[in-house]
């Protein structure tokens, strides 16, 4: 059997993982071993992983690529003496969810619970050690209750309001989508094209805290990609605005439309204006002649995504609206068209259009036969190159900022336009609001009651959850307006305000909306008075380690850093930071090469493999399949070999040994050095998520025992047992069922209970020295022989030797020694003439 060494499976001391895991996990279960801690006076460590949605599909061996790596840390960290908080929870509603019953034909609330079994059981396959006693379910009215609250909180301070506009609409899904929800012109659950609706929606503003969520990013220790993904999503430009003159055609009335540039230097070499075609401003613009022209235009841009809108390789399209505007700094005439390569939201939805210096520019006027005009030189130039001028140099055709470098005529002209009234120097950012209403059935409803007479009103607070009704039919109507909206008894209400007729807010909130607070609560679940208790924050928050994929760098983690600085300025938490130190795991690849999915058949579940070799082979294997951050592949092959580890640990610590004899000192001394190696190097290795390292430097010290304890007087030795017991500890983490059942063995339990709560070893760096030094030789730079001496030799020492060597001595043979280094611990190098 693949599970057993080849002795015969009534043998007590053979292998057999099955039995170990039956054995220990049920006394594990009855002594609580992975309950939080709380003894006081330690330290903590809350670590986490991002909040999973628990999918039909249940768990693939990829997914372990943070939960194991998680758990090998959090067990190193109790070992260490901390109160470590592992949990684990639910992101349970959502649409995912909610399409998944859909397909299913049945209630979301039963496949959650159904898929939440499934995963709590394939966890335990891993023997990942959470405590259950904090699980949470974002689906659950205890845990929504406190979301509807935060909304609440963001609605108080003004952060949460109601806007109508054009947004993203997924056909598929039923519902508005948030930009970042958009990807490739298609909703991010599927590969199905979205288009825009005009509706009236709920928005979090997110852009309220643009600066502070970038400022923060300065305080974390997250990976630099993630940092520049956030920072690049937030988008901060420094620039001017400045008013243009509209002329509204068949009037004599002028409006101001205002651009957003960060070249204000080049504002002489305007020659067309251009306005979004969803711009609020763009009708009053159209001429009567261009009318048909731009409606048609305008309609067929809301088709487009804005990937494929602002494509640098897509040939410019636009109308021209029939109005002109002025340029204010030289009062010049020009057309305004609109073009979809211009978005409404960044900036002020107008461009003013310079196509001697910005590609797109050149591209539509090249197109559209309009006016380019040179106003900047590259320095030292008399004259402008060929094609585009992008870069800053010096002004020319500009009046008086002639001469001027670009830097000098953009601090004049931000002074000039401020004291003529026309414009100011002005900081925007390129991301939007948080739109998180949802036209959906499965997610928290939002707390706002609509009356003819108050307007929109909160819920009280004391009137919290508002309950989400249990309903048959939910499948999203696809008109604007969610499943709550077709339910009398919910949508029918009174007016907290004057106490008259009401109606509920039907829409539903972003799952988004879960997951941006749901760290809070693990630390205090069953807290029915308050979100979270500020004893509880206070000593367990920030999240000491989170651990996830990096495809949301800009919607949960930038969603969640922003509740966190709210609930910071509202006086709720002391911090306001919600993870200090962050790690994006690599994806687990098929054994072809390929993304793991259904439909190719290379999918590899935690069941198969268990089944086949065992938990702790499972986890090994997971550490040791390559760096963490990194993209692997599946192998079958290579796991074998983490399960023929096992099996030679097992018979290291277990085989009869002759205990006779006197051990050499040499022996003895070269083993405690490779276990305080091997101690600093698993310690290290594992706080800095290096778990492939540890895992081989395990399999190195274990050869290390191997070749020791065959010399005679080696197993007698209290060397040999803190080697084993040493051995033991660092593997716990990494094997929790073999190390426990070694530990037992080994008459270690029954004294000092079970391994899992032992003290983590430590290293003393002096018994790092290795006792012998082996240094080549190099003359002339190529290495002619090979010393070994005591760690301790002097360099004259080492001379000295090198040169009495015999094959130095012929290298050297009618030469003089020009130089004679001794290079400490590394090499000796000669050099001869």
């Known amino acids: 059997m693949s599970h057993s060494d080849n002795r015969p499976e009534t043998d007590p001391d053979r292998y057999d993982f099955e039995a170990l895991q039956d054995k220990w996990r049920s006394r594990w279960q009855e002594e609580r071993l992975y309950a939080t801690g709380s003894e006081k006076g330690r330290p903590k460590y809350y670590i986490l992983e991002f909040f999973p949605y628990p999918s039909g599909s249940g768990l693939s061996v990829g997914h372990l690529r943070n939960y194991v790596p998680t758990d090998v840390v959090s067990r190193m960290r109790r ?271 107008n461009v003013m259009a310079v196509p001697a210096h910005d590609v797109r520019d050149q591209e539509f006027a090249l197109r559209f036969d309009l006016p380019i005009r040179t106003v900047i030189l590259p320095p030292g130039n008399a004259q402008a190159g060929e094609g585009v001028f992008t870069e800053p140099g010096v002004m020319t055709a500009s009046g008086d900022y002639d001469g001027l470098t670009s830097r000098a005529a953009i601090d004049r002209l931000n002074q000039d336009v401020e004291k003529l009234g026309i414009g100011k120097k002005r900081i925007q950012y390129r991301f939007r609001d948080w739109l998180i209403s949802r036209q959906r059935y499965w997610g928290a409803p939002i707390p706002i009651v609509h009356c003819d007479k108050c307007g929109a009103l909160p819920v009280p607070k004391d009137q919290l959850p508002v309950v989400l009704p249990k309903l048959i039919e939910y499948k999203p109507s696809g008109t604007g307006k969610g499943p709550l909206a077709t339910v ?17 807010e039907t ?76 790690r994006n795991q690599g994806m687990v690849l098929g054994a072809d090469g390929q993304k793991m999915s259904k439909s190719k058949g290379n999918v590899v579940t935690p069941d198969s493999v268990v089944a086949r070799h065992g938990c702790d082979t499972l986890r090994a294997y997971m550490l040791f399949l390559g760096s963490f951050e990194t993209e692997v592949a599946w192998s079958d092959e290579a796991i074998s070999g983490i399960a023929r580890f096992h099996r030679r640990v097992w018979d290291l610590i277990t085989a009869d040994r002759d205990s006779s004899g006197e051990a050499e000192p040499a022996v003895l001394k070269e083993l405690e050095r490779q276990r305080n190696r091997a101690i600093k190097k698993v310690t290290q290795d594992i706080d800095s998520l290096s778990f492939n390292t540890a895992v081989a430097t395990l399999m190195e010290f274990s050869n290390a025992m191997t070749s020791a304890v065959a010399s005679p007087g080696v197993a007698g030795s209290d060397a040999w047992q803190q080697s084993v017991e040493s051995f033991l500890l660092l593997l716990a983490p990494v094997s929790p069922y073999l190390t426990e059942e070694l530990w037992e063995r080994t008459g270690r339990r029954e004294a000092r209970g079970t391994i899992h709560r032992q003290n983590w070893p430590t290293w003393d760096e002096a018994a790092l020295v290795a006792a012998q030094l082996t240094y080549p030789v190099q003359i002339n730079g190529k290495i002619r022989d090979r010393i070994e001496v005591p760690a301790e030799t002097s360099a004259d020492d080492i001379k000295a030797i090198v040169l009495e060597r015999a094959n130095v001595k012929r290298w050297l043979e009618g030469k003089e020694i020009a130089k004679f280094i001794v290079v400490p611990k590394r090499l000796v190098s000669i050099a001869v003439k």
């Open 79 to 349: 070992m260490q003496g901390h109160n470590v908080l592992h949990p684990m929870g639910w992101d349970a509603f959502g649409l995912p969810a909610e399409n998944y019953a859909l397909q299913q034909g049945v209630h979301p609330s039963v496949t959650t619970a159904d898929n939440v079994a499934n995963y709590k059981r394939q966890l335990a396959l891993a023997e990942t050690s959470y405590d259950w006693d904090m699980e949470i379910n974002s689906s659950e009215p205890d845990y929504y209750r406190w979301t509807q609250w935060f909304f609440l909180l963001l609605h108080e301070r003004g952060l949460a309001y109601q806007a109508e506009g054009y947004q993203w609409f997924c056909e598929l899904c039923g519902t508005v989508l948030a930009n970042e929800q958009v990807e490739n012109g298609n909703c991010w659950r599927h590969e199905k094209p979205v288009s825009k609706k005009k509706l009236k929606q709920w928005y979090f503003k997110i852009t309220e805290y643009a600066e502070r969520l970038l400022d923060g990013l300065g305080d974390v220790d997250w990976p630099e990609h993630i940092k520049l993904m956030q920072t690049n999503w937030i988008g901060k430009s420094i620039g001017t605005e400045v008013d243009f003159q509209a002329e509204i055609p068949g009037s004599d009335e002028k409006i101001p439309l205002p651009i957003f540039t960060t070249r204000i230097d080049t504002v002489f070499g305007v020659t067309y204006m251009v306005v979004a075609p969803e711009s609020p401003v763009l009708e009053r613009l159209v001429s009567p002649e261009q009318k048909a022209e731009v409606d048609a235009y305008v309609e067929a841009s809301r088709a487009k995504s804005e990937i494929e809108r602002t494509s640098t390789e897509r040939e410019k399209t636009g109308v021209f609206t029939g109005a002109h505007a002025l340029n204010p700094l030289n009062g010049e005439r020009i057309p305004i068209w609109t073009a979809d390569y211009v978005l409404a939201h960044y900036g002020t939805g």
């Open 488 to 504: 009398p008894e919910f949508l029918n209400t009174t007016c907290p305000g004057c106490g008259g007729a009401a109606e509920r």
């Open 507 to 582: 829409d539903t909130m972003d799952g988004f909306a879960c997951s941006s607070w749901y760290f809070l609560r693990f630390p205090d679940p069953k807290n029915d008075e308050a979100p979270f208790s500020e004893e509880s924050s206070r000593y367990w928050l920030p999240v000491d380690l989170y651990v996830g994929g990096a495809e949301h760098a800009v919607m949960h983690l930038l969603y969640a850093r922003f509740w966190t600085k709210v609930m910071h300025d509202a006086g709720l938490i002391h911090f306001d930071e919600p993870f200090a130190r962050l």
